[in-house]
């Protein structure tokens, strides 16, 4: 009896085996991408919720949950990050305890954690230099300090503009599938902080906009992706908007 349950036990053992292969053989004859889970952190500013959380819906293969400020920033403190692939900021938040901070520049830093951060959230922790160092950028929304020393007046926005942008680097794999150029109604921001170590992704020459609207980066570890675009309905459901913010998250997500 016991050799005919453990015999029994090495066929299914086998048969598991067969079937693993075969699921592992046809997701690589179709490149089918790897399932992510992904945070989207936010509040402090209104936006277009159905259309926002339609355009992730969109997103074959990525799986996301929502975290509103002032909760949100718990997502920082103990285990939870590990169920993630990557971190979203769509939050305009000035609020965070010193033991967030140093929590989130360890997530990142010395974890690797990938951050997209969208639109307003240029905007964030206007007190807190690092913030501004981790997105490479910061948005005055008073007059004040970069974290270079130069000083700042408040910067501008312009919202419903139709202008064009430009990619400025077509073989970095977030901007894989955009055109050469395209159009966006969007808002546009201008006279913000951009820091030095950027990798420019997208640019547009728009009087009412600074040039750079999206860039790649690296803080410590992680890989980080900023898009200025991305204010209403007009941005979430241009298809170019979309293709960059799916490639975004997925390769802040994907450690090298
Ligand atoms: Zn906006």
Known sequence: MGKAIAAVGLIVSLLTLQ????????RRG??????????????????????F?????????????????????????GETLRNYDAIVLYDMWQQ????????????LRDEGKGLVALHHSIASYQNWDEYARIIGARYFIAPGKAPDGKEFRTSQYHHDIRFVVKVADKNHPVTKGLPEQFEIVDETYKGWWLAPDVHKLLITDHELSDPCVAWAKRYGKAKVVYIQLG??????????FR???????????EKD
Request: hydrophobic share 40%.
């Open 19 to 26: 079937i693993l292969t075969a699921t592992v053989e046809q």
């Open 30 to 51: 179709k490149e089918v991408e790897r399932e992510l889970k992904i945070v989207i952190v936010t509040g402090g500013h209104d936006f277009e919720r159905k259309e």
């Open 53 to 77: 959380f339609a355009m992730f819906e969109s997103f074959k293969g990525i799986k996301w949950e929502e975290k509103q400020q002032p909760q949100a920033n718990d997502i920082w403190l």
């Open 96 to 107: 965070i305890t010193e033991e967030q901070k140093q929590r989130m520049i360890k997530w």
């Open 231 to 240: 204010h209403g309905a007009t941005a979430y459901n241009n298809p170019h």
């Open 243 to 253: 293709t960059l913010v799916h490639n975004a998250i997925r390769w802040v997500a």
